[in-house]
């Protein structure tokens, strides 16, 4: 745990201006709840889970076409059935956009390919009904599946929506993804409608992917229609899908977990999860997180850096649920400079900058200095976790007064489920709270929970947007083996935790990645932490192979510019990970390599690397399909001959 610096603190008239205080007013005029703070609100959000939950439904008014019976009958995992009886559609509270006037803007799209589009909360629904009617005469209805394979541009987001609104399942892919990843995500659910683009500019380098939309149609027999978006290139048929219609705007009443969305794990080793998120679920869990954790409503504008193949792009789509606009960007985010979102940001008057752990800590590298615009209330980061030096460039350089909320989740729950809330400090280097609902604990070995010391990150009480379950996983056997093989009926998430006394909560890393030296665990961040703090680094892994006594600490370096790794710069690491860390922190050999292998979505594969390190083949050590860089991992190849 850090030394406990504060760098925000909750404004003495907190519980006045906030969504939350406005919350904590309701439940104690309602339900007669009164709780002193943050930390016995979170108690009781876990403990009556029914009671919470309950209050959420309520508090946000969600309509439902059938009543639920009741809210959770029995709190097991995997298996808890969630408000069994209702029927309701999640489209329908995205596009009512509470507190908008019909001609407010609810969607800022700022794209590298094209100039912005605006569209009010009039247009937002008037594109879906549109599109609704499209896709209902290419056939579409519940249950169906629509696939995109297309950016972060507000015709992605209009198909998702008319999608839900019939019933049917949506599942995104961003251009950038490979042919085989796409084709290795899809074969699985089997969509009978494919929407993609012809290609996009990434900074000022336009890319073509008709070649791979033609190779994707013909690895997918279950496709009866492929609609062109033209982006990059004139023409398509996305206006023929879109056009003139007088069928009106309806939503197909479906149960709570009717399958709303399919997402997918990273598919580093094997094909990816397909994850099945529901309507209900998705939507109890969003209006949550958005409107008392972000303190997003009416007047905010909400923007989160991501593509179409992350789940914060899910969780974007949420925001005019709780009444924010939210704004879109398509592009290479540091093109012309690092500073470029930061600049729109102001333009547009931005409330709420999301994203990631990586692009703050670039950032801070590059010595930008944004002006964040007087709008901006608060940063989120999540993708990895966000060491001190992150913490402390927003408050230097973005913001003394935001709120910054590092956030640490998942796509296996959409959501995040330990993050901050506007009625507890920010510590640096420190995620500020368990988010209400999440029974989050850390675990030994044996099961025990743990305070103050380093353990299994744990979910021991279900929550309502976790997975439906994975698609075709009929007896649901990928499902358990994924969460609850080794905890069982406790969902284990595969990261290190400290949870804190004061409640706040420390992720130092994967648990699968984690280096052990002389029974000693060491959770990888701390690592990047301090060898990315150095100026002539750009990026690393690290890596334990086991063997006799403590086994080997290989660490792996990306150097600025044309620099080259000598001695004087190992003893220089070596030196520094001494003082910062501990003597057990410093590698057995440091070596130079041009590139670390990153997902799609900018997670670095220590995993994958200490295969490929013991001899597994990097076919079999990786779905390289899944990579941003698949190229990167035979340097690591080489080394294995080498060494």
Same mark, same amino acid.
């Given at each position: 745990?850090?030394?406990?610096?504060?760098?925000?603190?909750?404004?003495?008239? =907190?519980?006045?201006?906030?969504?939350?205080?406005?919350?904590?007013?309701?439940?104690?005029?309602?339900?007669?709840?009164?709780?002193?703070?943050?930390?016995?609100?979170?108690?009781?959000?876990?403990?009556?889970?029914?009671?919470?939950?309950?209050?959420?439904?309520?508090?946000?008014?969600?309509?439902? +076409?059938?009543?639920?019976?009741?809210?959770?009958?029995?709190?097991?995992?995997?298996?808890?059935?969630?408000?069994?009886?209702?029927? %309701?559609?999640?489209?329908?509270?995205?596009?009512?956009?509470?507190?908008? #006037?019909?001609?407010?803007?609810?969607?800022?799209?700022?794209?590298?390919?094209?100039?912005?589009?605006?569209?009010?909360?009039?247009?937002?629904?008037?594109? =879906?009904?549109?599109?609704?009617?499209?896709?209902?005469?290419?056939?579409?209805?519940?249950?169906?599946?629509?696939?995109?394979?297309?950016?972060?541009?507000?015709?992605?987001?209009?198909?998702?929506?008319?999608?839900?609104?019939?019933?049917?399942?949506?599942?995104?892919?961003?251009?950038?993804? /490979?042919?085989?990843?796409?084709?290795?995500?899809?074969?699985?659910?089997?969509?009978?409608?494919?929407?993609?683009?012809?290609?996009?500019?990434?900074?000022?380098?336009?890319?073509?992917?008709?070649?791979?939309?033609?190779?994707?149609?013909?690895? !997918?027999?279950?496709?009866?229609?492929?609609?062109?978006?033209?982006?990059?290139?004139?023409?398509?048929?996305?206006?023929?899908?879109?056009?003139?219609?007088? *069928?009106? %705007?309806?939503?197909?009443?479906?149960?709570?977990?009717?399958?709303?969305?399919?997402?997918?794990?990273?598919?580093?080793?094997?094909?990816?999860?397909?994850?099945?998120?529901?309507? &209900?679920?998705?939507?109890?869990?969003?209006?949550?997180?958005?409107?008392?954790?972000?303190?997003?409503?009416?007047?905010?504008?909400?923007?989160?850096?991501?593509?179409?193949?992350?789940?914060?792009?899910?969780?974007?789509?949420?925001?005019?649920?709780?009444?924010?606009?939210?704004?879109?960007?398509?592009?290479?985010?540091?093109?012309?400079?690092?500073?470029?979102?930061?600049?729109?940001?102001?333009?547009?008057?931005?409330?709420?900058?999301?994203?990631?752990?990586?692009?703050?800590?670039?950032?801070?590298?590059?010595?930008?200095?944004?002006?964040?615009?007087?709008?901006?209330?608060?940063?989120?980061?999540?993708?990895?976790?966000?060491?001190?030096? /992150?913490?402390?460039?927003?408050?230097?350089?973005?913001?003394?007064?935001?709120? !910054?909320?590092?956030?640490?989740?998942?796509?296996?729950?959409?959501?995040?489920?330990?993050?901050?809330?506007? !009625?507890?400090?920010?510590?640096? /280097?420190?995620?500020?709270?368990?988010?209400?609902?999440?029974?989050?604990?850390?675990?030994?070995?044996?099961?025990?929970?743990?305070?103050?010391?380093?353990?299994?990150?744990?979910?021991?009480?279900?929550?309502?947007?976790?997975?439906?379950?994975?698609? &075709?996983?009929?007896?649901?056997?990928? +499902?358990?083996? #994924? +969460?609850?093989?080794?905890?069982?009926?406790?969902?284990?998430?595969?990261?290190?935790?400290?949870?804190?006394?004061?409640?706040?909560?420390?992720?130092?890393?994967?648990?699968?990645?984690?280096?052990?030296?002389?029974?000693?665990?060491?959770?990888?961040?701390?690592? +990047?932490?301090?060898?990315?703090?150095?100026?002539?680094?750009?990026?690393?892994?690290?890596?334990?192979?086991?063997?006799?006594?403590?086994?080997? %600490?290989?660490?792996?370096?990306?150097?600025?510019?044309?620099?080259?790794?000598?001695?004087?710069?190992?003893?220089?690491?070596?030196?520094?990970?001494?003082?910062?860390?501990?003597?057990?922190?410093?590698?057995?050999?440091?070596?130079?390599?041009?590139?670390?292998?990153?997902?799609?979505?900018?997670?670095?594969? *220590?995993?994958?690397?200490?295969?490929?390190?013991?001899?597994?083949?990097?076919?079999?050590?990786?779905?390289?399909?899944?990579?941003?860089?698949?190229?990167?991992?035979?340097?690591?190849?080489?080394?294995?001959?080498?060494?």
């Amino acid at each position: 745990m850090s030394d406990g610096t504060v760098l925000w603190t909750p404004p003495a008239d =907190v519980r006045d201006r906030s969504r939350i205080g406005d919350y904590l007013r309701w439940l104690r005029e309602q339900r007669g709840l009164e709780f002193a703070g943050y930390a016995d609100l979170w108690q009781w959000s876990v403990d009556d889970l029914p009671g919470f939950w309950r209050s959420i439904w309520d508090y946000f008014d969600v309509i439902a +076409y059938d009543k639920p019976t009741a809210v959770l009958e029995q709190p097991v995992m995997p298996g808890a059935q969630w408000f069994p009886g209702a029927t %309701l559609n999640y489209a329908e509270h995205v596009l009512r956009m509470p507190g908008l #006037a019909p001609d407010d803007p609810v969607v800022l799209a700022y794209s590298q390919t094209r100039a912005p589009v605006t569209i009010t909360k009039a247009e937002l629904r008037e594109q =879906v009904r549109r599109v609704r009617a499209g896709l209902r005469r290419l056939g579409v209805g519940r249950g169906d599946r629509v696939a995109a394979y297309a950016p972060n541009i507000p015709e992605t987001y209009v198909l998702m929506l008319a999608a839900a609104s019939l019933g049917a399942t949506f599942s995104s892919c961003a251009p950038e993804f /490979g042919t085989r990843s796409v084709v290795d995500r899809w074969q699985q659910i089997e969509p009978s409608v494919l929407v993609a683009v012809d290609g996009y500019r990434y900074g000022d380098k336009p890319i073509d992917r008709r070649a791979e939309v033609a190779a994707i149609q013909e690895a !997918l027999p279950s496709l009866r229609h492929t609609v062109t978006l033209p982006y990059l290139h004139a023409g398509g048929d996305w206006d023929e899908l879109a056009k003139e219609t007088d *069928e009106e %705007l309806s939503f197909e009443p479906v149960p709570f977990d009717h399958p709303l969305y399919v997402l997918y794990s990273s598919g580093t080793t094997g094909l990816p999860k397909p994850i099945v998120h529901g309507h &209900g679920g998705i939507l109890v869990e969003h209006l949550k997180m958005l409107a008392l954790h972000h303190d997003l409503g009416p007047g905010d504008r909400f923007f989160w850096f991501t593509t179409t193949g992350w789940m914060m792009w899910n969780f974007l789509a949420s925001g005019p649920a709780v009444g924010a606009a939210i704004v879109m960007f398509d592009g290479n985010p540091g093109h012309p400079d690092l500073g470029a979102l930061w600049r729109m940001a102001e333009e547009v008057g931005v409330t709420y900058f999301g994203t990631s752990a990586p692009f703050i800590l670039a950032c801070r590298k590059a010595g930008i200095t944004p002006q964040a615009g007087p709008r901006l209330r608060g940063v989120g980061s999540t993708g990895a976790p966000l060491p001190p030096e /992150g913490f402390a460039w927003v408050y230097e350089s973005v913001s003394p007064t935001v709120q !910054l909320q590092s956030l640490s989740g998942g796509t296996d729950v959409c959501t995040g489920f330990v993050g901050g809330v506007p !009625l507890v400090p920010v510590y640096e /280097g420190e995620l500020s709270c368990r988010c209400l609902g999440a029974r989050v604990e850390a675990f030994d070995p044996a099961g025990n929970s743990l305070a103050g010391e380093l353990g299994e990150l744990v979910i021991t009480a279900p929550m309502p947007s976790m997975p439906v379950g994975f698609w &075709g996983d009929v007896d649901g056997s990928r +499902y358990r083996e #994924a +969460y609850f093989d080794v905890f069982p009926g406790v969902w284990r998430h595969g990261d290190w935790i400290t949870i804190s006394e004061r409640g706040t909560c420390v992720i130092t890393g994967r648990s699968d990645a984690t280096l052990n030296r002389g029974g000693v665990r060491l959770g990888t961040a701390e690592f +990047y932490s301090v060898v990315e703090g150095m100026d002539e680094v750009v990026d690393s892994v690290v890596v334990h192979i086991d063997g006799d006594d403590q086994g080997e %600490l290989l660490l792996f370096v990306v150097l600025a510019g044309d620099r080259e790794l000598d001695d004087e710069l190992r003893a220089r690491i070596a030196r520094e990970l001494r003082t910062a860390l501990s003597p057990r922190h410093v590698p057995d050999e440091i070596h130079q390599v041009r590139a670390v292998p990153r997902t799609l979505s900018a997670k670095k594969l *220590e995993v994958p690397v200490k295969r490929i390190l013991t001899g597994t083949p990097i076919q079999q050590a990786v779905a390289t399909g899944a990579l941003v860089n698949p190229d990167s991992l035979e340097e690591f190849r080489r080394f294995v001959r080498k060494h």
